[in-house]
Each structure stands twice: as structure tokens, then as C-alpha cells.
């Protein structure tokens, strides 16, 4: 008995193993199949401009990222990955083509007139997060104060969940957007999906600090340091720290820092009152003694 036990054990642990091994055959000839079709298409690519260019490869940027998440992937996916995203921020204006994409989506849904997308509003928020510029920081720190919800409160998304609002999927992008030192840490390696309102109002702080010029940001894999008008030398961590306000003299006696307490003139008065007494005394003595020997 216990050598049939055996026996189906060792049997079930080789077709297990076979079966993996089918299974990451069958993946590895997939990847391979789509860096070929993704190597096709960016050729076919050079042939576009402008939107039509960005919108094309977008689907390319998204699922080569999605492969990278997963691990586990050839070279190849890495190089096609990088020359996908790279192209497409080489596009001028291809930020502002998806915040004009999410914005309008969204003008459409909370109008109701049948013309919003809200899944073309979703996949751009997905391709951003695998382009990362100022371009796409900016465009994602303006949409964390749009929060307009056209679904709150909506029934009929109980198995997929209502559609996001805007503000939402703006952090959560920015979060996978792989920003060194970024106020939050990446939750969703995997690409799932999850929010959390205090990620917010975190990021709001951050990109508020960014837009004043008091802090500067870099990306995973590039100490290139960056503001929202490019690339800076200079880095900067957070709000610089206030100085003590001074007021600023009108007779002419320059600055004051109120900070400061004037020095008192006590004791120069003290000491020349003294010394007036002294000479005073002296001199009365002085007189006294000449009216006495006369």
C-alpha cells in the first residue's frame, strides 16, 4: 500500500511538473508573438503623427508593461517596452492628448448624453503610468481636483464595481508612475486595481509643493532631476523653510527684524550719569577746600 502510495505521488508531482512546463512553453511562444507584433506595429508607426501615432501604440505601451509586472519575461519584452514608451513621449503634446481624452470622457458621462467612454477614459490613465515625464506628472497632479463622480451611489456595477472617479485614478497612477521618493509606496505591483482616498490628499500635497518650486521629483532607474518645466540641476526635497519676518524701516534706518529685541541703552546712560556725579562731587570738594584755607 504504501508503495502505491509512492507511486501515485511521484506520478502526480511529474504531470504537475510537465503541465508547468507545458504552461511556460506555451507563454514563452505568446511574449515572443507579441514583441514581434509590437516591433511590426512600431515600424508601421513611423508612418503616423500626432495623435493618431500616440493613440496607436498605446495598447503596446500598456501590454508590454503588463508583461514587465509580471516578471519573469525575456529581454526582448524589456527592449520593445522601452522603445514603445520612448516613442511615444518623443510625440509632442501626447500628455496633453490623453488629459484631453479623460476630460472629455468624462464631460460626456456626467452629461449622460450616451457619448462618454469609460473605459477609454480608464486604458488612458493605464497607458500614463508607463510614460514617465514633468508632461504625464503634470497632467496627473491637475486631475487629483477633479472630482466630479457621475457614478456615486450607481447600481448594476456589483461584479465589476462603478467606474472611478477621476481624482482617484490620478493618484493610483501616479503612485505606479514610479517616482523615486514617492509619498506613497506602490501597493499595486501587479497592476491590480485599489484606491484609498487618503492617497489623495497625499498627493495633493506633493504636487502642490512640486507646481511652487520647492520640490523637485526624479524616476525609478533615472537620477535625472526634474520640475514641471523640465530638467533642473538643482534638487530640492520640500518647502523651504520660512524666515523671520522682517519689517522694513521708513526713516531711513534700514531693516528690523522683529524677531530681535533692540538693545537696550540702559547701562551707556547709567555709566555717564555716574561719572557726571563723580566730577560733580569732585568739584564741590574741590571748593570746599579752597574756601577753607583762605
Do not use: C
Amino acid at each position: 500500500m504504501k508503495k502505491l502510495i509512492v507511486i501515485i505521488a511521484f506520478m502526480s508531482s511529474s504531470l504537475s511538473l510537465s503541465l508547468s512546463e507545458e504552461v511556460w512553453q506555451q507563454e514563452r511562444r505568446m511574449e515572443a508573438e507579441q514583441v514581434e507584433l509590437w516591433k511590426g506595429n512600431l515600424e508601421k508607426s513611423s508612418r503616423l503623427s500626432g495623435s493618431d501615432k500616440v493613440d496607436f501604440l498605446s495598447l503596446g505601451a500598456r501590454s508590454m508593461g503588463h508583461r514587465i509586472r509580471l516578471g519573469n519575461h525575456s529581454s526582448d519584452v524589456e527592449v520593445i517596452y522601452k522603445m514603445i514608451r520612448e516613442t511615444i513621449m518623443a510625440i509632442p503634446g501626447y500628455a496633453d492628448y490623453y488629459d484631453k481624452k479623460i476630460r472629455r470622457n468624462m464631460d460626456d458621462e456626467v452629461a449622460k448624453n450616451g457619448k462618454g467612454n469609460e473605459r477609454e477614459r480608464m486604458w488612458a490613465f493605464q497607458t500614463l503610468e508607463h510614460l514617465p515625464s514633468p508632461e504625464t506628472v503634470k497632467v496627473l497632479g491637475e486631475l487629483l481636483y477633479d472630482d466630479r463622480d457621475p457614478y456615486k451611489g450607481a447600481t448594476g456595477f456589483e461584479d465589476t464595481g462603478a467606474p472611478r472617479p477621476n481624482f482617484r485614478y490620478a493618484s493610483m497612477t501616479l503612485t505606479r508612475l514610479g517616482i523615486q521618493k514617492a509619498p506613497m509606496k506602490n501597493k499595486y505591483p501587479d497592476g491590480s486595481v485599489g484606491y484609498d482616498d487618503s492617497e489623495v490628499e497625499t498627493w495633493k500635497v506633493w504636487y502642490e509643493q512640486v507646481k511652487a518650486g520647492t520640490r523637485t521629483f526624479s524616476f525609478e532607474g533615472d537620477d535625472t532631476i526634474y520640475n514641471l518645466a523640465g530638467r533642473t540641476s538643482v534638487a530640492r526635497d520640500g518647502p523651504v523653510q520660512s524666515r523671520p519676518e522682517r519689517k522694513v524701516s521708513t526713516t531711513g534706518g534700514g531693516n528690523h527684524d522683529l524677531t530681535t529685541k533692540p538693545a537696550s541703552r540702559a547701562p551707556g546712560v547709567i555709566a555717564v550719569l555716574l561719572l557726571l556725579g563723580i566730577a560733580a562731587f569732585t568739584v564741590k570738594k574741590i571748593k570746599s577746600r579752597a574756601t577753607e584755607t583762605k
